[in-house]
């Protein structure tokens, strides 16, 4: 079974910024497709970020472009997610998910990712 750990969550400002890990032992993790997810209080859980299982290729929920960047070091077998400019509304839970399927594409959806975190909290404070 593929274990994914995350790291990095934390309190950070308005405007601040805070980078989230994930890694595994499976040593080819690096090749795995992998997203993040979040989940705000009381609200549904929703796509973040997703990256190809090259790295080549990446996408973004409407709410995060162009402050987010998820991005893979193949050498450290961990892929971060790089969150700029934070609102308070990017407060959650927030968890990877990674599938073992060489997807050309980045995938968007909860059910296409087969293994899963147990999530780091970040709290933007306005």
């Known amino acids: 079974q593929v274990q994914l750990v995350e790291s990095g969550g934390g309190l950070v400002q308005a405007g601040g910024s805070l980078r989230l890990s994930c890694t595994s032992s499976?040593?080819?993790?690096?090749?795995?497709?992998v997203a993040w997810f979040r989940q705000a209080p009381d609200k549904e859980d929703e796509f973040v970020a997703g990256?190809?299982?090259?790295?080549?290729?990446?996408t973004y929920a409407d709410s995060v472009k162009d402050r987010f960047t998820i991005f893979k070091d193949s050498a450290k077998n961990t892929v971060y997610l790089q969150m700029n400019n934070m609102e308070p509304e990017d407060t959650a839970t927030y968890y990877c998910?990674?599938?073992?399927?060489?997807?050309?594409?980045?995938?968007?959806?909860?059910?296409?990712?087969?293994?899963w975190g147990q999530g780091t909290v970040v709290t933007v404070s306005s």
């Open positions: 990256i190809n299982w090259n790295g080549a290729s990446a």
């Open positions: 998910a990674a599938t073992a399927t060489k997807w050309l594409r980045p995938l968007r959806e909860r059910f296409q990712y087969s293994y």
């Open positions: 499976e040593r080819t993790f690096f090749n795995y497709p």
